[in-house]
């Protein structure tokens, strides 16, 4: 028996850093929508009590490093799992980009492991296990669009966002999260929190109240450290997108349109200046 499972990629319209926790971690609030641009991973039963993993990427790890893996380890030791499972990740989402694409595979393990072994994990079992991985684990849990808060375990979901293209661009370049909120100086950041006035707009089905509120205070050390990020964001503002803004910690800029020439016009114009980029819609 197989079973395949789709990994939606994720985007952020907002991530507001409010306050550093006396735990060291940073107090969130984002927006986050699921994208049609997906990851697809095929799980296969082995009477063995071992983990495979396998993937169409060669540099990226299938050892404990992985979080399908890690994930596999850690519902097998909670529940007493004396089988195995072998999985293969068609790897489609850009790797290391911003767009929670070992998040989103951990999420769709658990969806799938929780049927194969018949183990009636609830909601929020799962997110408590998919925390040990990943913070954007939940929201992979629940998908669609959602408010995110705290460290990413309070996903609230919301209407679907207005519908329209999404072009997104990811330079060679990579970024470390742990780095960059390190780095963050969180009483300096001169941005104001927008997830809120891009919940109430998206509930309102308010297109351009969505876009006119992008926002990332991450952008403030992603883009110091990395220039070519700012000006990125800035071409596709040039170009004519409807609004620009950098997703996670980086380095995929993503732009949005309700107009699909337009958007597939800037997606024409940046693959002569960025390596990896990708049209897609919003799911609902």
Known sequence: MEWIERAPAKINLTLDVLFKRDDDYHELEMIMSSVDLADYLTFTPLEENKIEVYTN???????????????????????????????????????AAGLGGGSTDAAATLRALNRIWNLEMTLDEMIELGMCVGTDVPYSLVGGTAFVSGLGEIVTPLKPMPSCWVVLAKPRISVSTKTVFRALEVEQLTCEPKSRSVARAIQAGDYYGMVNNLSNALEAVTFERHPTLRQLSD????????????????????????????????YNSLRGFCEEVYITRTLK
């Open 57 to 95: 990427k060669a540099f990226l790890p299938v050892d404990r490093r992985n979080h399908v893996y890690q994930i596999i380890k850690l519902v097998k030791d909670r529940y007493g799992i004396r089988t195995g499972m072998l999985v293969e990740i068609e790897k489609k989402i850009p790797v």
């Open 235 to 266: 071409r596709m503002e040039r170009y004519g997108m409807d609004g620009v803004t950098m997703s996670g910690s980086g380095p995929t800029i993503i732009g949005f349109s309700q107009n699909y020439s337009r958007a597939k016009r800037v």
